[in-house]
């Protein structure tokens, strides 16, 4: 493989030469045979990690696209956007600049949403859209999206959003059974493919919502994507590429096994636990909501995390993240997202260990 700095990053991270093969294929048609049979091919496995029997729908955007999308094909009446960290704070901006009416359910960055505060806010009746981050990248809190889908259940009148981007294939995200109305991911996180890529699906209440704005528009239309993926297309020219290395993700994620998977998974970000805790450093998360997939360290040795990535990018080549907005120099985030494995993680860990000082 070319040279390259490695992506310890949570997000991009690392893409693997058989990805980036795949991703190389020559071009075909987006509404020829050929294609259908790629999309129809790759569908039922993305259903399995979905946990859904609605289509699964292929976005040639970043997952804001669709996050944007969901607001515009789903807010009708006020949005809730949960906030705890970057990502999901930005979701209330979103939500303001398409001109829709909408409130945040803000908690410290470093916490989690709680379902009581879901509850709180929902029994206001004021809203009708509630979305959650499930892994805040930024902070690494790996919210409770089971006891926050149980509040969203008693609330039937609501549609709930859920952004999956960091969290994807990692951990079990049974969609139908937890009840939620649409769920995205996007491609250079958890799915570890080159970015550009976002992958949704949609209940039919969902659809049903939809189908009463007016102002959809097109090319995050929900309703368009459902018309294309009955006849295996997507609304408009996909990313082909990106569909090729989706396939050849999906052959390696059910032969690792999709359970494989998420032990792998939480056993790599088990060794980033202990080396943090070796080293002294404590987690910005608290127990029992910190993310599988990357750890989000609290600076609290005060070291110089800027010059520090720097000696491990320059000696061993790969680079971690020193911290997103304003946690960067408090916190720094060590990724064991997409291919990683014990051997692969515990030399990131040995490299950065030994750049410490
Ligand atoms: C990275 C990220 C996004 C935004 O992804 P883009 O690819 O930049 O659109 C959204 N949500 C979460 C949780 C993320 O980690």
């Known amino acids: 493989m070319t040279p390259h700095t490695k992506l310890f990053t949570p997000g991009p991270v690392e893409v693997s030469p058989k990805t980036l093969a795949a991703f190389s294929r020559p071009m075909i048609g987006h509404r020829g045979g050929e294609f259908k049979s790629l999309y129809a091919g790759i569908l039922p496995r993305l259903q399995t990690l979905f946990g859904t029997r609605q289509p699964v729908f292929l976005s040639t955007s970043s997952a804001w696209g669709v996050m944007e999308g969901a607001i515009r094909n789903l807010v009708q009446k006020r949005a809730l956007n949960c906030m705890c960290g970057a990502f999901s704070d930005k979701w209330l901006d979103v939500s303001q600049r398409c001109g829709k009416p909408a409130d945040g359910l803000q ?42 889908a149980a509040v969203l259940r008693r609330y039937p009148e609501v549609v709930s959003v859920v952004d999956t981007v960091s969290s994807f294939s990692a951990v079990p995200i049974p969609m139908d059974e937890l009840g939620i109305d649409v769920l995205l991911t996007g491609s250079q996180k958890a799915l570890a493919l080159p970015p550009g890529l976002a992958l949704f699906a949609c209940s039919e209440r969902a659809f049903e919502r939809a189908a009463r704005a007016t102002d959809r528009g097109y090319y995050f239309d929900f309703l368009e994507f459902k018309k294309n993926q009955e006849g295996d297309m997507t609304p408009s020219t996909p990313s082909v590429s990106h569909i090729y290395a989706l396939q050849s993700k999906l052959d390696d994620i059910f032969e690792e096994g999709v359970e494989n998977r998420h032990a792998r998974h939480a056993r790599t970000n088990a060794l980033v636990h202990d080396w943090v805790r070796q080293q002294g450093f404590e987690f910005f998360a608290p127990e029992g909501y910190r993310s599988v997939t990357l750890t989000c360290v609290a600076n609290n040795r005060n070291i110089d995390v800027a010059a520090w990535l720097g000696r491990v990018k320059k000696k061993h080549g790969l680079v971690f993240d020193g911290g997103y907005g304003k946690l960067k120099g408090k916190t720094f985030r060590l990724s064991n997202m997409g291919d990683e494995t014990e051997e692969t993680i515990g030399a990131m860990l040995a490299a950065i260990t030994e750049c410490l000082e």
Do not use: M
């Open 107 to 148: 908690v410290e960055w470093g916490t989690p949403i709680t379902p009581e505060g879901l509850d709180e806010k929902l029994a206001t009746g004021l809203y009708d859209v509630v979305t959650i981050i499930h892994n805040e990248t930024s902070t690494g809190v790996l919210n409770p999206l089971a006891d926050l």
